[in-house]
Nanobody
Framework: QVQLVESGGGLVQAGGSLRLSCAAS????????MGWFRQAPGQEREFVAT????????SYADSVKGRFTISRDNAKNTMWLQMNSLQPEDTAVYYC??????????????????WGQGTQVTVSS
């Protein structure tokens, strides 16, 4: 079992920045790819970013590429999502997740077996 707890969400003006954290505990998450997803009101949850278990490989949704940065520190069992140039369309509940994929990146929800409770990000115009 892996427990994930997100923090760092909040209200920010358009153009601002936030840094989300995801603290992992329990069975080590460092053996697996991890990712961030988000869900806006009335919409399905969507992929935001993923990082492989070493942290050397990352991938992003086109909508956030160049603005968001995913990173991890396995020694601290923590993953982050640095979000810059935030826009109102980035408003959503953001979830961190740990996959069962030992190699490479994980893009699909069904590759993830562990999820955090979510943290709200609201961007005002």
């Amino acid at each position: 079992q892996v427990q994930l707890v997100e923090s760092g969400g909040g209200l920010v003006q358009a153009g601002g920045s936030l840094r989300l954290s995801c603290a992992a505990s329990g069975r080590t998450s460092s053996s697996y790819a991890m990712g961030w997803f988000r869900q806006a009101p009335g919409q399905e949850r969507e992929f935001v970013a993923t990082i492989n278990r070493s942290g050397y490989s990352t991938s992003y949704a086109d909508s956030v590429k160049g603005r968001f940065t995913i990173s991890r520190d396995n020694a601290k069992n923590t993953m982050w999502l640095q979000m810059n140039s935030l826009q109102p369309e980035d408003t959503a509940v953001y979830y961190c997740a740990a996959s069962s994929r030992l190699f490479g990146l994980a893009y699909n929800e069904n590759e993830y077996g562990y999820w955090g409770q979510g943290t709200q990000v609201t961007v005002s115009s």
